[in-house]
């Protein structure tokens, strides 16, 4: 893994996190977010009520809109990058 990928993991995971977290407090004020994030996507129908699931289950949508769109960004940041050297390497 090069360090450009390690910092897009990273910055990836945080945005998940992070939407996560705001979705739930916003949706569903009664319900710690550690509890959410903690929880993995496979477990939620057995860790949440029936009538929480729907909102957990929006929450985790929104945090990965903003993984893809993280990871659309890197993808453009790389193949420019890669023009821009081959290009260069060309001259």
Known sequence: MTVGGAFFLSAAQCAFSNQLVKAITTNLPELDPAVAI???????????????????VDAYMVGLKAVFAITIAAFGVATVLRLRRRTTSEN
């Open 38 to 56: 903690s929880t993995g996507a496979t477990q939620i129908r057995e860790a949440f009520t029936a009538s929480q699931v729907p909102i957990v």
